[in-house]
């Protein structure tokens, strides 16, 4: 149904920027009466953490409180595809980067990886110090 690709990672230093894309195959994002697409990161040895969320239809933003303040999390409903602007990265953002989607109605939670029904591969990004 949903196909989603994940791009734009790569090596940055400490205090530099990258913009993730996440571009959605399959049926237009404003097809859905309900759409959510959710930003998360795992390192090495750590679970899936939540970093960002975007209700699609309601323009809602939500992020974690490790990158308030430094990530944006946009969309782009023309080319179906949703961005992570990522500033200020430090070290501690090293991780796989993944963009998830949900297509109906939350029911456990935006914040919580089981919550989402479609993912990306995965992008990574590392930050040098």
């Known amino acids: 149904q949903v196909q989603l690709v994940e791009s734009g990672g790569g090596l940055v230093q400490a205090g530099g920027s990258l913009r993730l894309s996440c571009a959605a195959s399959?049926?237009?994002?404003?097809?859905?009466?309900?759409?959510?697409m959710g930003w998360f990161r795992q390192a090495p040895g750590k679970e899936r953490e939540f970093v960002a969320a975007f209700s699609w239809n309601g323009g809602y933003r939500y992020y974690t409180d490790a990158v308030e303040g430094r990530f944006t999390i946009s969309r782009d409903n023309a080319k179906n595809t949703g961005y992570l602007q990522m500033n200020s990265l430090k070290p501690e953002d090293t991780a796989v980067y993944y963009c998830a989607a949900k297509t109906s109605p939350l029911r456990v939670g935006i914040r919580k990886p089981n919550e989402y029904d479609y993912w990306g591969q995965g992008t990574q990004v590392t930050v040098s110090s």
């Open positions: 399959g049926r237009t994002f404003s097809s859905y009466t309900s759409y959510t």
